[in-house]
């Protein structure tokens, strides 16, 4: 993993799922499009080069809704988790400030473990991604997420605040 700086950092990659079907009666069953497959592909061979270049992150948490666990495949063609998780609270209306604290426990739990987490996945959607960005950045910048885009943050455990380092937006 590229340029940790501090031993409680943990490098946190907010994304967006692909591109995916039109709005339909049931959008939890939206499934992902072609464009939207290789959107994710890219996604994972950006944070390859970028990010994880030994193709591991330690914790994926996936969004229920079919683009995004299809999204979460396409990436772990090429990234593997140590652990995976969906997690029922990352939908599009779900509330940033609670997946915050969320993830604040999860990380400060992890600290005393013998592998403490040092970087997340996270794959949902937006509103949520954007709202998400502004909590754990301690910023009302409100970012758009274009399909399969992701946000890098540098998340200080002693702060509770990251720093964006870089979005990518795949295009």
Request: charged share 25%; aromatic share 8%.
């Amino acid at each position: 993993m590229s340029g940790q700086s501090s031993n409680d950092d943990i490098l946190l990659f907010v994304m967006r799922h692909g591109e995916a079907e039109s709005l339909r009666v049931d959008d939890k069953s939206r499934q992902l499009t072609p464009e939207g497959r290789v959107q994710a592909m890219n996604a994972a061979k950006w944070l390859i080069k970028h990010y994880l270049s030994d193709g591991q992150v330690d914790l994926a948490l996936v969004s229920p809704y079919r683009r995004a666990r299809q999204t979460y495949d396409m990436l772990s063609l090429d990234i593997r988790p140590f652990n995976m998780e969906i997690c029922h609270d990352i939908i599009p209306d779900g509330d940033a400030e609670m997946t915050h604290d969320f993830l604040d426990v999860r990380m400060q739990d992890s600290q005393s473990t013998v592998s403490p987490l040092k970087s997340i996945l996270l794959v949902s959607h937006m509103p949520l991604v954007s709202y998400l960005v502004d909590s754990l950045c301690c910023s009302h910048t409100t970012s758009l997420f274009a399909t399969a885009s992701v946000a890098v943050i540098r998340y200080s455990i002693e702060k509770r605040c990251g720093v964006l380092e870089e979005h990518y937006q795949g295009y």
